[in-house]
T-cell receptor, first 114, second 112 residues
Framework: ETGVTQSPTHLIKTRGQQVTLRCSSQ?????VSWYQQALGQGPQFIFQ???????GRGNFPPRFSGLQFPNYSSELNVNALELDDSALYLC?????????????FGSGTQLSVL | GDSVTQMEGPVTLSEEAFLTINCTYTATGYPSLFWYVQYPGEGLQLLLKATKADDKGSNKGFEATYRKETTSFHLEKGSVQVSDSAVYFC???????????FGIGTKLQVIP
């Protein structure tokens, strides 16, 4: 059973650029959520995807968007990058969107915006 | 809004010492409470959880009790090991989807 995998592991972009981060869910998991973890902070919920639709969102602007594919893998897209977007981006998958389902996290993508 | 407050680290302990990491919360509803652990270079892992008042979550020698009257969920371990060195996050979840609200994390370093 493979775990949650994220790519790339590290990424450097410049302000104003766009970035796409990728996540492969754990086998059998149909729900994906994304979190942003700034240095020295706890992760903050960005959004959740189930059946290829966003069904929950945190306090992030519209330039943070996502996709979920039929195989349940997911992308996080960030447009017009700002310096404050520098962070570790974590993906988590679960068997269902039910609130009592256990989340399984990937190791994250470290994004640096210069 | 929902929030979690936990003691700031780093916490440095000698091997076999007693560990307590304090955590308090504020929630608009009736939350489930969690402790997650993040080892260096790895993703977050669920350590333990409690879903209702007075429940005790436990795993790998760690324990935490859901105290509704004090809105607390302190993490304890009787004898820490070097392998317990990691960052520990207190967290809560309220509502119908999987938004988890995390504290800032407490870095634990255990020295031999």
């Amino acid at each position: 059973e493979t775990g949650v995998t994220q790519s790339p592991t590290h990424l450097i972009k410049t302000r104003g650029q766009q970035v796409t981060l990728r996540c492969s869910s754990q086998s059998g998991h149909n729900t994906v959520s994304w979190y942003q973890q700034a240095l020295g902070q706890g992760p903050q919920f960005i959004f959740q995807y189930y059946r290829e639709e966003e069904n929950g969102r945190g306090n992030f602007p519209p330039r943070f968007s996502g996709l979920q594919f039929p195989n349940y893998s997911s992308e996080l897209n960030v447009n017009a990058l700002e310096l404050d977007d520098s962070a570790l981006y974590l993906c988590a998958s679960s068997l269902s969107p039910q609130p009592n389902e256990k989340l399984f996290f990937g190791s994250g993508t470290q994004l640096s915006v210069l | 809004g929902d929030s979690v407050t936990q003691m700031e680290g780093p916490v440095t302990l000698s091997e076999e010492a007693f560990l307590t990491i304090n955590c308090t919360y504020t929630a608009t509803g009736y939350p489930s409470l969690f402790w997650y652990v993040q080892y260096p270079g790895e993703g977050l892992q669920l350590l333990l959880k409690a879903t209702k008042a007075d429940d005790k979550g436990s795993n790998k020698g760690f324990e935490a009790t859901y105290r509704k009257e004090t809105t607390s969920f302190h993490l304890e371990k009787g004898s820490v090991q070097v392998s317990d060195s990691a960052v520990y996050f207190c967290a809560l979840k309220v509502g119908g989807y999987q938004k988890v609200t995390f504290g800032i994390g407490t870095k634990l370093q255990v020295i031999p």
